[in-house]
């Protein structure tokens, strides 16, 4: 079997995707924010305060014939951004891109926090993470890939998110007319549950490639790029007025700046960001000050390739054994 669905920018800065599903039976169609940096699958719901509902659509197991409470599990998380959410479990169909995982832990929302009600295209988080980072109590509960993996062609997904533009999300299958070149795999450490792995060093704009390893994660689930402060330092040198905000939490610069363009390697590969990724978005809107889409990880803990990386590649995540990451440019 194989899937495919779309991947939609909620905004002009692309600051997350939501992927259309739906959800038991008669279907319900809900907008999921595909993330691959946790791995719970967790819903806005008939569960959910109305007062922390604005806008977001919600699933209603009660509608569904075919929706079984999962006795006495509850789950509970919390993102690195602070941002949490927490609930009851239904076990229920679950279909993406045409997929179905029959008997899907839907974990539904009794409690989010401001940032998921502000937040109100998406409707909750499909986790492609690994199943071990699952948070359902007391059974840990699988993600939709690792549900569905075994009856794909091939057990991998993929990302081809798009600045601007609708992008996909594949199962089962590579999509050879999504890329250029080849496709360079490296290898995945899975024991953190996050796609670690590790990448062979950057360039700046021209400028000469610096090897060096830099362990990060592949997240489709954060918006930006966070890289260690040495990198992010000697990228903003070569940014007109650009400054290290504490107002803002990160570099910011006057948006008519023009930007170098950074590239990452992926062992004797290439990917380059163009500048235009890392004009991020101006600070609110209408401001002439920009917020930079290449950050610091120095206050995230672990180096995350986010968004603005991930929507310059076409991206394989292979579910096999050893689980391995492929880029490719595009
Ligand atoms: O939490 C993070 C990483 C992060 C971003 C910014 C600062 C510190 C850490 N991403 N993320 C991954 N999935 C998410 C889901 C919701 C919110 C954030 C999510």
Same mark, same amino acid.
């Given at each position: 079997?194989?899937?495919s669905?779309a991947? @939609?920018?909620? %905004?002009?800065?692309d *600051? ?6 739906t959800i038991?039976?008669?279907? *319900? ?13 967790w ?11 604005h806008? *977001?659509q919600?699933?209603?197991? $009660? /509608?569904?014939s075919t929706? /079984?409470?999962? @006795?006495g ?7 690195g951004?602070g &941002? ?11 279909t ?6 029959e /008997?899907q ?8 926090s401001?940032? #998921?009600?502000? @937040?109100t295209h +998406? ?5 492609l993470?690994?199943s071990t980072? $699952?948070?359902?109590?007391p059974?840990?509960?699988?993600? #939709?890939? %690792? $549900?569905v993996?075994s009856g794909?062609d091939?057990?991998v #997904?993929?990302a081809?998110?798009k ?7 594949d #199962?089962?299958f590579?999509?050879?007319?999504k890329?250029s070149? @080849?496709?360079?795999y490296v =290898? +995945?450490n ?6 670690a792995?590790n990448?062979?060093?950057?360039a700046?704009?021209s400028?000469k ?7 990060g ?6 918006s930006?790029?966070y890289? =260690?402060?040495?990198? +992010? ?6 940014v ?6 504490r107002?803002?939490?990160?570099y910011?610069?006057p ?5 170098p363009?950074f590239?990452f390697g992926?062992?004797d590969?290439r990917?380059?960001? =163009?500048s235009?990724?890392i004009n991020?978005a101006?600070i609110?809107p ?10 610091? &990880?120095?206050?995230v ?8 990386a ?9 579910g096999g ?10």
């Amino acid at each position: 079997a194989t899937g495919s669905a779309a991947a @939609e920018p909620i %905004d002009e800065s692309d *600051q997350a995707y939501i992927t259309p599903v739906t959800i038991g039976t008669p279907p *319900q169609t809900l907008e999921l924010d595909v993330d691959t940096g946790s791995s719970d699958l967790w819903v806005f719901s008939s569960h959910t305060p109305p007062s922390q509902i604005h806008g *977001q659509q919600i699933y209603s197991p $009660n /509608k569904s014939s075919t929706a /079984k409470l999962l @006795e006495g599990h509850t789950w509970s998380i919390t993102y690195g951004d602070g &941002s949490a959410s927490r609930g009851n479990v239904y076990i229920d169909n679950f279909t993406v891109g045409g997929l179905t995982a029959e /008997k899907q832990a839907v974990q539904c929302a009794q409690q989010v926090s401001a940032s #998921f009600t502000r @937040e109100t295209h +998406v409707d909750g988080l499909i986790g492609l993470g690994f199943s071990t980072l $699952n948070t359902v109590s007391p059974k840990s509960q699988l993600t #939709f890939f %690792d $549900n569905v993996k075994s009856g794909l062609d091939s057990p991998v #997904f993929t990302a081809d998110l798009k600045h601007g533009a609708a992008g996909t999300y594949d #199962f089962g299958f590579v999509d050879k007319a999504k890329y250029s070149g @080849e496709i360079t795999y490296v =290898p +995945v450490n899975p024991d953190p549950g996050y796609w670690a792995f590790n990448s062979s060093g950057y360039a700046i704009g021209s400028g000469k490639f610096s090897a060096s390893a830099i362990t990060g994660i592949a997240d489709t689930g954060t918006s930006l790029l966070y890289l =260690p402060t040495a990198i +992010v330092t000697a990228y903003y040198r070569q940014v007109e007025g650009a400054t290290n905000s504490r107002t803002y939490g990160g570099y910011v610069f006057p948006c008519s700046s023009s930007l170098p363009s950074f590239t990452f390697g992926v062992a004797d590969a290439r990917i380059t960001i =163009p500048s235009a990724y890392i004009n991020y978005a101006p600070i609110t809107p209408g401001s002439s000050t920009c917020f930079g889409g290449l950050q610091s &990880s120095s206050g995230v803990g672990i180096n995350i390739f986010g968004d603005v990386a991930l929507k310059a590649a076409f991206v394989v995540f292979n579910g096999g054994s050893p689980p391995t990451i492929g880029w490719a440019q595009k």
